[in-house]
């Protein structure tokens, strides 16, 4: 919170700090979070432009900047990206089989699906192919794969007990960025009120 405590006789001095505070008090936390979120945008963007594969038909790094939204808070401003696995990129970690119903087989689901890099499947879930079906590798591993239509058979998704995540705080900007941002978007309004 930002609190003005001048004492100061010249009339004109006193209604322009009136105004600064008001604008200051109600104006700059929605000013900060709507800048911080396109900062976020921003950033996040650059990041999809540089590490989205062309042949996945899905963009995680542009559908997480589409879903950033801010809003004030109490204490001020929260920015926050409500798409799955955005946090797990960011702060890394294991991932686990759901144990849900698979719709494929229909029992749970014990193993994860992972796309093998180059095929059709980059970029997309199992449920996404008509038929798909499992194949037992000779050391004992575990594939789905897909008939292809010369009669040939096109592996997919190598399954597998849990993947590793290192984090990577590269996805958002750093703090001294949103410093900056917020001290620029706070300079803007106060140059504004003060015309």
């Known amino acids: 919170m930002i609190e003005f405590f001048v004492n100061q006789n010249n009339r004109e001095v006193k209604e322009l700090l009136i105004k600064l505070s008001a604008a200051l008090r109600s104006d700059a936390p929605a000013i900060i979070a709507e800048t911080g979120a396109k900062l976020t945008r921003s950033h996040i963007t650059g990041i999809a432009r540089s590490r989205h ?6 963009n995680f790094y542009q559908d997480a900047a589409d879903s950033v939204v801010s809003r ?63 194949v037992k590798g000779r050391n004992g591993k575990g594939f789905l794969a897909a008939k ?26 750093k703090d001294s960025d949103y410093q900056t941002n917020a001290e620029h978007a706070l300079n803007a309004l106060i140059k504004e009120v003060t015309r």
């Open 53 to 58: 594969r062309s042949r996945a038909p899905r």
């Open 72 to 134: 004030v808070v109490t204490d001020g401003a929260e920015i926050s990206i409500p798409h799955i696995g955005f946090a797990l990129r960011y702060h890394g970690g294991t991932v686990r089989p759901s144990g849900r119903i698979s719709a494929i087989t229909g029992r749970p689901i014990k193993r994860l699906a992972i796309p093998f890099s180059g095929s059709e499947a980059e970029g997309k879930n199992p449920g996404d192919f008509d038929n798909v079906f499992f």
């Open 148 to 173: 292809k239509g010369s009669g040939m058979i096109g592996m997919l998704f190598a399954l597998v007990l849990k993947t590793e995540h290192d984090p990577d705080p590269s996805i958002l900007p």
